[in-house]
């Protein structure tokens, strides 16, 4: 885990140790598969995962498969999105049409019946209890019998429709493939991209806090915009790579029951992903050397009890018991403090081994290194102020990087 500071407390409250924990999920513990590409919560609290070669229910304590084997109804058995209804029903996408499910049979749906475009990328039930589909060439609407689809020639961009979510009068914000984020009242398509401060126009996902303020995950990180729809702020670096990349792609943003927003991040060139937590002050991180079960993320959901179940390539993992704030990085083996800082951190270890430490600013530069070798070590850190990476390396060489904000 490792923590951002993005704005400055006029006072800090430490916490003296962190509780999360990750418990993991593969096809050893009953999944159907370990590509899992999509997750949804039913009314039950029961958990259905989507995979490239099936459904899994997991409903806490024992898994239930569904797949073209088993459920003769099913469309094909790589699922590209799922949706639990109100009404207990499950839809599914898949890119060769949709399907719902009643819990007895599966009924399918394509370009025949009505769908826009067999290829679905996601799906939404509206608050009225319609069902939107976000599809490759455009937008689907089902309203149980009649179907209403959208394209580029209805004033949607090119790229399809990757997610859907609604705000509290009903309106739809979707995430184009290409073309921004959009607003949908019904009639009209109001469309919000790089020309309004968006960072990216590959839009990946859309989450909706309590102040109608819309955070926005998109190819290089997210955008906020508050209720006026306009830009208020940027968050690119949610998640610590090492210098010099800083590249955030989102590919899913959610918030919890607590207003914690969190971010699933993929760095396809790297291989490197992970989830970030923002509390309002700073970002917390956490990847597979915290317990994760694997870097490339593919969807997350949270559940009653606030416990973030994120899928990935691997399998699943459940992350519980974070702290919802922090400023300070913690281990078995040492305590550094404060972040932010104004010119000094203090590395308290807990080690009777000698570590090393290495400061570098955002360019990869080394601006400081020595050695940890008492109990307490202060660091002046020396440059402009900004963000800068400690990586400290212990006496097995094993290291650990994390990063610093400096204010001054």
Not at 106 to 124: F, K, P, Q
Not at 207 to 232: C, E, H, P, R, Y
Not at 252 to 273: K, M, N, P, R, T
Not at 329 to 346: A, M, R, S, V
Request: aromatic letters at 12%; glycine letters at 10%; proline letters at 2%.
């Amino acid at each position: 885990m490792k923590t951002t500071t993005v704005l400055l407390l006029s006072f800090l409250v430490y916490i003296q140790c962190y509780s999360q924990t990750f418990t993991n999920y593969t096809t050893a513990d009953g999944l159907v598969d370990n590509s899992v590409l999509c997750v949804t919560i039913d009314n039950n609290g029961d958990l259905w995962f989507g995979t490239q070669n099936g459904i899994s229910k997991y409903n806490g304590t024992t898994w239930e498969t569904h797949d073209m084997t088993t459920d003769s109804g099913l469309v094909n058995n790589t699922i590209t999105s799922i949706c639990a209804l109100a009404n207990g029903d499950l839809w599914i996408g898949t890119d060769f049409g949709a399907c719902v499910y009643n819990g007895t049979y599966w009924t399918s749906y394509t370009t025949a019946d009505g769908l826009g475009d067999d290829r679905v990328i996601h799906i939404e039930e509206a608050p009225d209890g319609k069902i939107w589909f976000g599809e490759y060439d455009g937008l689907s609407i089902f309203d149980g019998t009649n179907w209403t689809s959208y394209n580029m020639s209805d004033g949607l961009p090119f790229g399809g429709i990757k997610h859907i979510e609604f705000e509290s009068n009903g309106d739809a914000w979707l995430g184009s493939g290409f073309g921004g984020f959009i607003h949908f009242d019904g009639s009209n398509f109001t469309i919000y991209n790089s020309a309004d401060g968006l960072l990216n126009n590959i839009v990946n996902s859309v989450a909706i806090d309590d102040q109608n303020k819309k955070w926005v995950g998109t190819a290089t990180g997210i955008s906020v915009f508050n209720n006026s729809n306009t830009l208020v702020t940027n968050h690119t670096q949610m998640y610590i790579l090492p210098p010099p990349d800083t590249l955030n792609p989102v590919i899913d943003v959610e918030f919890d029951s607590q207003g914690l927003l969190w971010a699933g991040i993929y760095v396809d060139y790297l291989l490197d992903g992970g989830v970030a937590m923002y509390n309002g002050f700073c970002w917390v991180d956490f990847n597979a050397s915290d317990g994760l079960i694997g870097p490339v993320i593919t969807d997350l959901v949270i559940d009653s009890l606030d416990q973030v179940w994120i899928t990935t390539s691997s399998g699943i993992s459940k992350l519980a018991n974070v702290p919802a704030s922090t400023n300070f990085y913690q281990t078995n083996n040492y305590t550094i403090f404060p972040n932010p800082t104004i010119d000094e951190i203090t590395i308290e270890s807990k080690s009777k081994d000698n570590i090393n430490y290495i400061v570098k600013n955002m360019t990869g530069k080394t601006v400081q290194k020595g050695l940890i070798n008492n109990d307490l070590t202060r660091i002046n850190i020396n440059g402009n102020s900004g963000i800068y990476m400690i990586e400290i390396i212990d006496k097995n060489n094993v290291s650990s990087i994390h990063k610093i904000i400096k204010t001054k």
